[in-house]
């Protein structure tokens, strides 16, 4: 079996937001999109959620729990680097996920707004 990437996650992650999502017209999301990048910048976004109007609502950095800087969510590169891309983006929100806990925050801010603990996984081969 090959060896699971963190693009491959974001793209199943964004499939199943997405599929969730479908038919969900009371919610202000619509779909999720991966590896996107603003213009005038080569960096990309793991993953965009977007709101109604095409706009991102939220973007963000997924990381895997046995990477060098996926031990936490609340990794300093990390949250600056997902924070720099949804500013970039005009996203008002953006999350930090190591795959066992999401961490969402503002773009505009210094604390953060939500956590979830999703799952309790130490390498990527748990997954």
């Known amino acids: 079996m090959p060896e699971l990437t963190e693009w491959t996650f974001a793209a199943d992650a964004a499939k199943w937001m997405t599929m969730w999502l479908h038919g969900r017209k009371s919610l202000p999301f619509t779909e999720a999109k991966v590896e996107q990048k603003t213009s005038g910048s080569g960096k990309r976004r793991d993953l965009s ?70 799952v309790q996984v130490r390498r990527r081969e748990e997954l």
């Open 49 to 118: 959620l977007l709101d109604r109007d095409g706009k991102k609502a939220l973007t963000g950095e997924i990381r895997f729990p046995d990477a060098q800087d996926g031990e936490t969510p609340y990794n300093a590169k990390l949250v600056t680097d997902a924070r720099r891309k949804a500013g970039r983006a005009g996203a008002p929100f953006f999350f930090t996920w190591n795959v066992n806990r999401l961490v969402l925050w503002p773009t505009e801010g210094e604390h953060e707004v939500a956590v979830f603990d999703v």
